[in-house]
């Protein structure tokens, strides 16, 4: 019998989270716009401490500002801090967006965010009609978004980002843009740039709800701009305003499927919410298939090309070195489900899968993956890194998959980490290489192959000589 064994922590505590607070998916989703800014309305530590991660993750400066909450805003409330924070970063930066972005103190102490994001832009509006320095300020989007950290997770955080940016800036349009919407979710750069390849190759016209593949992945160049410093690239506004012009939207993840619904209901557009990621060859067969059902386009011979490279590596490799070997991944859920089902393909066996997010479609989607590889697979929900550990200690299995923070069992137990997702601070790169489509697939599977040669086989191994 194929199916799922969902097994819940049975811990209160939390050893080695897999998780982080709601603010910073957001951050990662306002990133992701041309000329925008989060603001942080919270303690310093709230921004700190994320970029220090981000910057760790990608290497790249990154531009967060923080409303800087101490004891009297604890007593009499933020709208001082959150007020002032606005207008500086308006007159300074003259941004196109601020994501005006909650934390645990902002929302404990019960700030009315909305109320005095409205009232700030009241007041950007009059200083514009009252100074001619001022005159543009009215025109840039403040959206609040409310992130409190003591309920879900980054991965919510980015959903509920995305659905505030819509529903804040996306205005009714009958007209026909021919385009597809994709909402990414928390992925690298390079697959951000692997999903606009095959859009491109495709003819198709998109907007990348948000896309932080420049901003995350920038050259570093001479510039003689005198205005701060933006990142190139990033949905711009128009392109936001105008999703409601969009043939559909495609959620490749189901922690921000909110936003695809927000505007299916207000719009019209039809959403794309309930397919596994495109990794690995289903995945990526019905992405393909998604965009046909909503664009009528050909499939060109380049994509063609580009999976048959796939089946051509996984027939060199799947029965020689990778057959039957037990696999555990940790991670994002959505791209944990995707690198399950593409493990299964490689002939590999995906014993188990562990997020920390509380993304409920996690066992259901995993149900699927088990069903079509006819396995049992064990499903860590909600669950931390010690968990992951205990189970690989207490389970055999060959190869692990996860972030960085994973490298500990690795050197305890010896097995393979291949690492993928967020956060890869001890390696270099990772975040500019894709892991969907038919080439990240590509890539994944030559990066398991190789760490199961290093590892299982003896270089003079008679396997290696064929
Ligand atoms: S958990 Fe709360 S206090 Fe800590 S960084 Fe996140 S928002 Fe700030």
Same mark, same amino acid.
């Given at each position: ?176 843009? $021919? ?156 791209? %944990? ?54 189970? %690989? ?38 975040? $500019? ?34």
């Amino acid at each position: 019998m194929s199916g799922v064994n969902v097994l819940n922590r049975e811990r209160n505590l939390i050893v080695n989270p897999l998780k982080t607070c709601q603010p910073l998916g957001a951050m990662y989703a306002t990133i992701g716009v041309r000329r925008g800014i989060p603001l942080v309305h919270g303690s310093q530590g709230c921004s700190s401490f994320v970029r220090y991660h981000l910057a760790r993750h990608f290497r790249e400066p990154v531009e967060i500002a923080v409303s800087s909450l101490h004891e009297a805003a604890a007593v009499f409330g933020g709208r001082k801090n959150i007020n002032s924070s606005i207008k500086n970063i308006a007159i300074r930066y003259r941004p196109d967006l601020i994501g005006a972005i909650t934390t645990c103190s902002s929302e404990i102490i019960g700030d009315d965010v909305f109320g005095f994001v409205d009232t700030t832009n009241k007041e950007l509006k009059q200083m514009s009609e009252e100074n001619e320095e001022y005159k543009g300020l009215e025109d840039i989007k403040v959206i609040p978004i409310p992130t409190p950290s003591f309920v879900g997770t980054h991965y919510s955080g980015y959903g509920v980002a995305i659905n505030s940016m819509i529903q804040t800036v996306t205005q009714a349009n009958e007209d026909d843009n $021919s385009k597809v919407n994709i909402i990414p979710g928390l992925l690298n750069p390079g697959d951000v740039k692997e999903l606009k390849h095959i859009m491109d190759t495709l003819s198709i016209s998109y907007t990348m709800l948000t896309d932080v593949s420049e901003a995350f992945d920038a050259p570093i160049r001479p510039s003689k701009q005198e205005r701060p410093f933006f990142p190139k690239g990033g949905v711009t506004i128009d392109e936001i305003t105008n999703a409601s012009a969009s043939r559909g939207t495609i959620s490749i993840c189901k922690y921000a499927k909110l936003g695809a619904e927000t505007l299916e209901k207000s719009h019209d557009v039809p959403a794309i919410t309930d397919d596994l990621p495109p990794i690995g060859i289903k995945g990526t067969d019905q992405f393909l298939r998604n965009l046909q059902t909503l664009t009528d386009c050909e499939i060109p011979e380049a994509i063609l090309d580009e999976r048959g490279l796939l089946i051509d590596l996984m027939a060199d490799v799947s029965a020689r070195y990778l057959f039957g070997r037990k696999v555990a991944i940790f991670g994002d859920p959505t791209q %944990v489900t995707g690198l399950a089902r593409f493990v299964s393909e490689l002939g590999m066996e995906s014993v188990m899968v562990c997020t920390g997010a509380d993304e409920k479609s996690f066992p259901t989607d995993m149900e699927i993956v088990a069903k079509e590889a006819n396995s049992n697979i064990d499903v860590l929900m909600e669950q931390d890194l010690r968990s992951v550990e205990n189970y %690989v200690k207490e389970n055999e299995i060959d190869v692990l998959m996860g972030n960085s923070d994973g490298r500990f069992i690795n050197y305890e137990t010896k097995i393979p980490l291949i690492r993928f997702g967020y956060p890869v601070y001890d390696r270099v790169g990772y975040h $500019s290489q894709p892991i969907v489509g038919y080439r990240g697939a590509k890539r994944v599977a030559e990066m398991i192959t190789n760490e199961v040669l290093e590892r299982y086989y003896d270089e003079k191994h008679w396997k290696l000589q064929q």
